[in-house]
């Protein structure tokens, strides 16, 4: 009979230690009886260690806020106990009694401490630090600490600190810096002395005083809150150095200087005394002379320079003499500064160089180019007025209406003479207008334009053959001697030597090692007249 039966089995394991157990329960009946055994296995397990779910970290403790400024609170708190911590995390919300807590922030798993800006003056905050693990588990919450935001201080006006008192010389360079509270934006002064100035910006007087007294010099620095204000007392000695002139040079001479044109001469004036130079009368004396650049008002501070201009055009052609006598408060007063030139008759004269062009022989329809060059050769200038053409055929370009010579330059006219017919051209100029006392100039111009005979063909069917050109004046009356003086390897001729009026006939003959053609068809060409 077969034989019943079942299994069981049972495991154990020992999750916190070393050991799992495994049990079998197998019965097997065999007829009337029944057998049953048990079988148990156990098997160790070293150096293994079951998962252990992430514990929640301890929570910070003893966190504090403290408001450093109007818009910042400093945090701090003790560490957490627990291990492996990855971040603190920070919340805040705001208002005394708030309860509504936002993450703000994060701080390192070593920090202990932060620093919450851009905040509002005046303003209560509540805080709270978590601790964040590896695993990314927070724990719960730390203590909660409050603080309040101080109150922003008000802006007020600035207050002028530096001295109320400086003094200085006449002649001497002095600097006064304006100094006040606040951080002021701007800087006035009112009542400062002649020659010093203030700088708006950065509160700087500086200068030289060129008059001596007691000064009363309000001072004023400006912010967004106001302006405060000061009064500097000023005392400006004066100088028992007297004010001393010098020119250089002390004496001018032009030269020779054409009518019609002014030279000019620059001079330098210096003070080396100890106070300012002023003038009360300039005088210039001798005909064609004169200054620019100097006046009454004029002033040149002590140890200072100045520069101006005399001035000479001479209205004939004589040697003149004059000078500058400058009146002033210093030494030596006056100061004469001789002048002298001499004027030259002005003279505008042009020449032209070659004053003829000869072209010789050009074909018709060609063209041929010579130069000339027109000079400039008086003490003024030449202004061209107009450039003529006499005859068909000539054209001229490189100097135009308008054009402007200064003494001793030149100018390139380039004459084109391209026929349009046979013939010799006589009698041919171009005239070139100007103010110049010797106008116009004028440059002769001749010209043949010549004829000539193009003859073309086909080529002969036999390969490296060369050509002879035979020429007559009557058909059928072909010279037996070639016009060409050496064989022709192309298709093309050009008979230039043709006499106007004539008529010419022409054949062709192709030529190799075994002797000439029979000559071509004839073909004619009448010469024109002229």
Sequence with gaps: MPARGFTGSGVQMVLGGLAIGLRVLTSQLFGAQRFCWRTTLWIVVTGMMAPVMAAQPAAPTNLTATATSGT??????????????????????????????????????????????????????RYRVRAVNTGGTSSSFSNT??????????????????????????????????????????YGAAGLPVGLTINGGSGLISGTPTSAGNFSVTLNATN?????????????????????????????????????????????????????????????????FGETGLSTSTTIPAGGSTT???????????????????????????????????????????????????????????????????????????????????????????ISNGTVLTP????????????ISGGAVSGASVRIASNATNSPSVINLSGTGTHLVQLQWTASATSGVTYNIYRGTSSGGESTTALNSSAISG???????????????????ALDSGGSSAPSNEASAQIPTP
């Design 72 to 125: 910042q609170i400093s945090l701090t708190w003790s560490a957490s106990a627990a291990r492996r911590l990855a971040s603190y995390s920070i919340w805040r919300c705001q208002g005394k009694s708030c309860q509504s807590f936002s993450q703000i922030g994060s701080a390192g798993g070593s920090s202990t401490s932060y620093q919450d800006t851009g905040l509002t003056g005046n303003t209560t905050y």
């Design 491 to 509: 298709t093309t001729y050009a008979d230039t030597n043709v006499t106007a009026g004539q008529e010419y006939y022409y054949t062709v003959q």
């Design 145 to 186: 600490a409050t603080a309040t935001t101080l109150v922003a201080a008000a802006l007020a006006a600035p207050a002028i600190t530096s001295a109320t008192t400086a003094s200085d010389a006449v002649g001497t360079a002095f600097s006064y810096q304006i100094t006040a509270t606040n951080s002021p934006t701007g």
């Design 308 to 398: 101006f201009n005399a001035t000479f055009d001479p209205s004939s052609a004589s040697t003149a003499s004059g000078s500058i006598t400058l009146t002033t408060n210093g030494t030596p007063s006056p100061l004469v500064i001789n002048l002298s030139g001499t004027g030259q008759a002005a003279t505008v004269l042009a020449s032209a160089n070659p004053t003829s062009l000869a072209f010789g022989n050009v074909l018709d329809d060609s063209s041929s180019s010579l130069t000339t060059t027109l000079t400039s050769n008086g003490n003024s200038n030449v202004t061209i007025s107009g450039v003529t053409v006499t005859s068909a055929g000539f054209s001229a370009t490189g």
């Design 224 to 288: 967004g809150a106001g302006t405060g204000t000061a009064t500097l007392a000023l005392t400006v000695s004066g100088s028992s150095a007297p004010a001393q002139i010098a020119a250089n040079p002390s004496n001018v001479s032009f030269g020779t200087v054409t009518e019609g044109n002014t030279n000019s001469q620059t001079i330098l004036l210096s003070n080396s005394g100890g106070t300012p130079l002023t003038f009360s009368q300039i005088g210039v004396a001798g005909s064609g």
């Design 408 to 419: 001793g330059q030149t100018a390139t006219l380039t004459v084109t003479f391209a026929p």
